[in-house]
């Protein structure tokens, strides 16, 4: 049985392997990492004894079956997690490109719908336009109808009061022909009688 500081420098290399602890630098350094090691285990780094150099190889070489089945687990493990982030980030890639011929699918039946929707408003609005018209036509020609039969009323009544005066103009003046004609007759008559 050995102690700590009675380890030389292979043997504290053997015991930092077996902790799976870094085994790079000078003695000094390893056996900090290694006292270190030792506490995290409980164990007092002062009175711990080390087994014989033949039980520690064996150790060594056990550890280092078991590091190397760690590490192969751990490699596996990782090409694992790879391959699971490949195949989610395929299936996002996939995802987003779903999501993205939706949007432009979306989008482009959105677009038929407003120009659908815009054609039969135009279609609405010139129909509307079109009875508006019309209603403003017959309006039009009612008020028209409804003017000129006004106008032939007062054209008549117009015509009828001209006529009339007329007629009442020509009768008087039809009296003063007849009184000046007697009256010129009559003066002829006594400028006869007088010669």
């Known amino acids: 049985m050995t102690k ?6 292979e043997q504290l290399k053997e015991e930092l392997q077996k902790q799976i602890v870094a085994t790079s630098g ?23 004894e080390f087994d014989d150099q033949n039980v520690e190889s064996n150790a060594v070489v056990d550890v280092g079956a ?7 687990t751990i490699s596996s493990e990782i090409k694992q997690q790879s391959t699971k982030i490949e195949q989610q980030s395929t299936e996002i890639k996939q995802t987003r490109n779903l999501i993205d011929a939706k949007i432009k699918q979306t989008r482009e039946q959105f677009d038929t719908q407003i120009e659908q929707q815009s054609a039969a408003i135009d279609v609405k609005i010139k129909q ?9 036509d017959s309006k ?21 009061k001209s006529f009339q005066k007329v007629m009442g103009l ?3 003046l039809s009296c003063e022909m007849t009184k000046k004609v007697i009256i010129i007759k009559f003066k002829i008559y006594q400028i006869i009688k007088n010669v």
Not at 27 to 47: F, G, Q, S, V
Not at 66 to 72: P, Y
């Open 4 to 9: 700590l500081h009675q380890l030389n420098l």
């Open 26 to 48: 000078k003695r000094r350094a390893l056996i900090a990492r290694l006292t270190k090691a030792l506490a995290n285990e409980n164990k007092n780094p002062d009175e711990f």
């Open 66 to 72: 078991n590091t190397k089945l760690i590490l192969r």
């Open 128 to 136: 509307r336009l079109r009875e508006l018209r019309e209603q403003f």
């Open 140 to 160: 039009v020609e009612q008020q028209l109808a409804v003017i000129n039969a006004k106008m032939e009323e007062i054209t008549s009544k117009i015509e009828q």
């Open 170 to 172: 020509d009768q008087k």
